[in-house]
């Protein structure tokens, strides 16, 4: 099968969906199909086609939130170089900028479109808004996701039953929704396979010693995330223990309001900001952790939460539906409602290294689950039925013709 992926975010962007991506294109190439990839250019406004990678970089404009850049610019000769591709079918990954070329594309070829939705954008409307006409820019939101993903897509995925209830509970939608997790290359987290040199190095830079608790956050460091929760909890660990560190591993926009916070709150010394991180590296970023802590509600999915479990690492996550199928209570971590509750939780595991043992353990059996090959057989599924349908649409199509000539000729 000839595949194309259209999306907003890839390497050299990292974040959530870059990361998948790069997941997903490595298990169907593993499978002998080709996969061919249409993005931003992240770099330069200007268009770029890489050969060996079969990549085709569109220019993109930054629009201010993270390093996202967004586009509206389609070369004449990237839509000449996709023709020649001859592609089975359309895969997006973004509902806007490449995304929106991705059903141009998909109209003028005939190409039946698979899409995935990895945003909850109601979530993130703050960052345009800035707190102005909320309500009316969420509404905007919910109708361009309900176009963007009813309207032009021939299936539709998400990654939880958080994402399928807001599409089937809330906007109402009445087409096909498949539930597939995304897959993370979990061998790449797995402590025997990070250098140990290369670890030690990462301890003496950031002062980390083997006996410390390290409780690790892996992600943006943005409103949306609840990063404050962690680090005021870490005021009152830190009377329990001196050896407990918070490390933040990540950049967005509050990385400078969350250091004024740790200023605040005397925490210099056990809070620990590592600000951006190269993709390659972050697997031995995970081996620095004791424990993995996330206080976000605004996931579709945690794909940080399956990391950590693929470096054992037990997982304390807020109580949402994001994490629910993947953080077992008492077995491989600890859901939290409140500050209270997370504290609690940590606190047991500082004082019991026996129950924390049994967590790590039990934490690295889960992450089995989340296997790429896995994942990608899901959505080869949904490629197939994507194909299946568009053929059944035209056989349709054509004995419909097929009657309507019959009658004109009977008529004469």
């Excluded at 080709?34 to 086609?49: C, M, P």
């Excluded at 004024?260 to 390659?280: E, M, Q, R, S, W």
């Excluded at 491989?332 to 967590?359: A, C, D, I, W």
Aim: one cysteine or more; proline letters at 4%.
């Amino acid at each position: 099968m000839r595949i194309g992926i259209f999306t907003d975010s890839y390497p050299p962007y990292i974040n959530g969906v870059s990361t998948s991506i790069i997941m997903l294109q490595n298990a169907l190439e593993k499978k002998g199909h080709e996969v061919f990839v249409v993005t931003v250019n992240a770099e330069k406004l200007s268009y770029k086609y890489e050969n060996e990678n079969k990549i085709i970089r569109i220019p993109g404009i930054p629009i201010g939130i993270y390093d996202y850049r967004l586009t509206g610019i389609y070369p004449l000769r990237a839509i000449d170089k996709i023709k020649k591709w001859n592609l089975d079918i359309i895969h997006s990954q973004t509902e806007f900028g490449v995304g929106t070329f991705a059903r141009i594309i998909a109209k003028q070829f005939d190409i039946p479109l698979v899409h995935t939705y990895h945003t909850m954008y109601e979530d993130y409307v703050h960052y345009i808004t800035k707190g102005y006409f909320n309500g009316t820019s969420k509404k905007i939101v919910e109708y361009l996701t309900k176009f963007y993903c009813d309207k032009t897509a021939t299936e539709l995925i998400v990654p939880t039953e958080k994402t399928y209830k807001l599409f089937k509970e809330k906007y109402k939608f009445d087409r096909n929704v498949h539930i597939i997790p995304t897959g993370i290359e979990i061998e790449r987290f797995e402590p025997k396979n990070c250098s140990e040199e290369k670890i030690k190095v990462l301890r003496k830079k950031y002062n980390i010693d083997k006996n410390d608790f390290v409780i690790l956050f892996v992600g943006r460091l943005g409103k949306e995330k609840s990063v404050d929760l962690l680090i005021e909890s870490q005021e009152y660990f830190v009377k329990l223990n001196k050896k407990c560190k918070l490390l933040l591993v990540g950049d967005g926009p509050d990385f400078d309001n969350y250091k004024k916070l740790v200023k605040k709150l005397k925490l210099d010394n056990n809070v620990i900001f590592t600000a951006k991180v190269p993709y390659d590296d972050i697997p031995l970023y995970y081996q620095l952790g004791t424990i993995f802590a996330t206080a976000s509600r605004t996931e579709t999915q945690g794909l940080t939460v399956m990391e950590a479990h693929a470096a054992s690492l037990p997982v304390l996550a807020a109580d949402d539906p994001s994490f629910i199928s993947m953080v077992v209570d008492d077995l491989n971590g600890y859901l939290f409602k409140n500050k209270k509750q997370y504290k609690k939780q940590v606190e047991e595991l500082l004082n019991n290294p026996n129950k924390l043992k049994q967590m790590s353990k039990q934490a690295r059996i889960s992450a089995d689950r989340y296997s790429p090959k896995y994942f990608a057989e899901r959505v080869l599924d949904v490629y197939k039925l994507a194909i299946s349908s568009r053929s059944s649409n035209d056989r349709r199509f054509f004995s419909r013709l097929k009657n309507v000539v019959k009658r004109g000729l009977h008529d004469k």
